[in-house]
């Protein structure tokens, strides 16, 4: 014992210089942010963005050191010719630049994550550190070179009833099985400290080309990902911090359970987003049913949108005559389709290749009116002819039937509330398809829409209606930055017969805007991201995967997800399927295989129905066993019986949630019932809280904001990619026969990490009822 504490005492010692160090760099950060705010906003514009970039720099640095104080240091490795080196969250040096703490993601510590007794490298010990705060509370060894350190210090692994671990070749036993029963909140943790080998190589593959994860419930797809984001930024960062990294998940409800997880690694940067957000000034408010966003999944839209544009391209059905100015012209048939050719050799987009058009139709109208006057013109008359055709309101409304200026959400509307419209683009789409996707105008956007609107920006280009006001808002923009750069001059006298004002200010404007790159390109629709992550990639659309494509032409991406999970009708049950048509051979296949989420007999259960459903299932082992993991009841056998069901679903809560839920905010308890079954169970649930576990407590869950709140329920949509320590799973055949089918299902059983109950009037769904067999 008295050796255990020494060992404790000397880990102590190591940590606290560590966070000394921290504090250390706090303070000098912060001193340094403050110098830059205080010497204000004067100074010469090079001066001031100088400063500006500085106070960023040292704002993210305080941010990023803010962030790494839980378990700034979690694990040793001692090495062959006693090298000893401390891994954590950030690397840490010393004023001589001795490294005192190594990054996670540095070369120097991939062995923390990969040696094994059979494959130790250099590592003879490798040493998990447990700290509550900054105190060690633990320390445990795996020794991987028995010879090289005999008489080393005792394993000191706390078993603690967190359950039994149940795949071999895991590493770090004990402090991966703390994390694992650890209690849940409603935001995801990092899990820098226990990640296992076969994420770890995931982890720091390769930057190029599309990384494709699949890997069953649970397996650690969502973590590797976002670890995986952290370590390329790190690794990659001169590429990556000026392109950006775009992180697409299934909702904001997902995204906000996973965004502690990149700050608390020390990366602030990422953008992220759903489809429904993908276009700046487009919100998806609307829901389209499966059948319906399954046909707009479908990639023929890319040659209906098409269509659709080249559609407001047209030559008239006769020539038009037109006067303007007491003179007359005539719109001929011929010069339209001949100006029409012309523009669309420019291959550029619709709207900016209009002007073209517009040049070409105005100079053969002059070409006419000299021919009728048979004289030279000036290049002056040429001027004012060619001004007054333009603004003449005849010829405009003619150009503009043979060349319509046309926004994508104008575009794409018409094609569903004008049939002839869609039946003139989507000759390929069926009548029952056509009838499917038809809609009022004004309806709201669906996220099943933002692909196609992303795809008719792509042919559409900017309106110049759009881009004229922008022009003018930058024009002011630059009078300003010169009335700026006139008083700086003005005021210093520094730029006399040096720099005139105008030079001062492009050169000002030329540093750019002060926002991030995140910002930039999260408002900006053609942006292009150095590499794009995407979670539940099994529920995107074709459509929606061109529409992402088209933002990383580098097609670095790292794509995760499961196919038989797949509840979207658009979705896919095929990883060929889906990426092929965009990335064709570029994407590589990895797969996690272990469930660190679900205990073992949750997992063989899920397992077993899914086999007996046909879901493409990847092979899963569940780390851990956890007692009475499983519980199944039969409620009323033979009946259906939804006020018995009800009072059963309501004492189950009661039940866990005394049992799980802390008055700490940790804890998670959820019913995953069929989505028509949702609303009445929750209004049954939460009537009954005051009186199963207290007016106070039922009170402080029911004042709980969702994303934070501990007793819940659910659809297994809504659950999908969370996780909660109890579930109870409200009539699976019922969950079953929904929109999703056996993958909801699937989604249903896989969310618990302690323990699921099953409450039934129905007969169990198949495999999921032999598996109840003793
Ligand atoms: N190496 C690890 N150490 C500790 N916890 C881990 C590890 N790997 C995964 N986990 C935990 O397992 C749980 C499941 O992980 P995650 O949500 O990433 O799985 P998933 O594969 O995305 O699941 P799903 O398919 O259900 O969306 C999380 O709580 C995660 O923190």
Redesign the pocket.
Known sequence: MAGRQDELAREQAVVDRLYGRLDELRVATRARLAGVRRSGPSGSPQNRSERDAFATLYEDRVAQLDAVEDRLVFGRLDLRGDEVRYVGRIGLADDEHRSLLTDWRAPAATAFYRATALHPGDVQRRRHLVTAGRAVTGVEDEVLDLDALAGAAPDGAQGDGTGTLAASSLSGEGA?LA??ASR?TGR??D?VA???GE?DRIIRDELAGALVVQ??????????ALHRAAYLLYAHRRVLERSGVLLVGPSRAFLRYIDQVLPSLGETGVVSTTIGELLPGISARGVDRGEVAQVKGRLVWQSVVRRAVRARERVPAADLPVRVEGHDYVIRRRDVREAIARARRTHKPHNEARATFVREMLSRLVDQYRADVDAELSSEDVATLTEDLRSAREVRVALNIAWFPITPQQLVADLFAKPHRLAEAGPELSDHDRSLVRREPGSPWTESDVPLLDEAAELLGEDDSLSRLEARARERERAAELEYARSVLESTGAGAGIVDAATLASRFEATGPRLTTAERAASDRTWTYGHVVV??AQELSPMAWRALVRRVPTRSMTI???VA?TSAAAGTRSWADALDPVLRDSWRLSE?TVS??TPAQVAEAAQEMAAAAGLPTSPLTAAREVDGALELTRVRPGTAAPAALTQEVVDQVGKLATEFVGADGAGRVAVVAAADQVRALREAVESVLPDALGRSEGARLLAQRPEDAQVVVLDPREA??L?FDAVVLVEPAAVAEGDGGASDLY?AM??P?QRLVVLHSRDLPAGLALSTVP
């Open positions: 991966l994390s694992l849940r995801m943790t899990i226990t990640i296992q994420q890997g069953g419930p649970g397996t650690g797809k969502t973590a590797v979670d539940e995760v997800g499961d999970q996690l660190y989420r999908k990619g996780e989604v896989t969310r990490t």
